[in-house]
């Protein structure tokens, strides 16, 4: 009862938006960054069990950390934007 009231009261002044907003940006950053370290985990996997195919593992994961990275950063930048908007 007492977590609704507080987010009813919240949501009569606009900073529910802003929390929402830096929220939304945390967990995109964490989102990203444990995406990240399971990609690295198991590229690390994959290279102990084969090393003779670590170059294409390597760029497989530079690749793949990279699009995780704009998905992420997309995410961010919209969280951003509903602080100014």
Known sequence: MLLSAIILQAAAGA????VGAAIGAAVAALAAAFGIG???QHT???IARQPESAGNLRTSMIIAA???EG???FAIIV???T???
């Open 83 to 85: 602080l100014i908007l």
């Open 79 to 81: 969280c951003f934007l």
């Open 15 to 18: 900073a529910l938006g802003k």
């Open 38 to 40: 399971k990609i690295g």
């Open 71 to 73: 998905a992420a950063l």
């Open 44 to 46: 690390m996997e994959a």
């Open 66 to 68: 990279g699009m995780v």
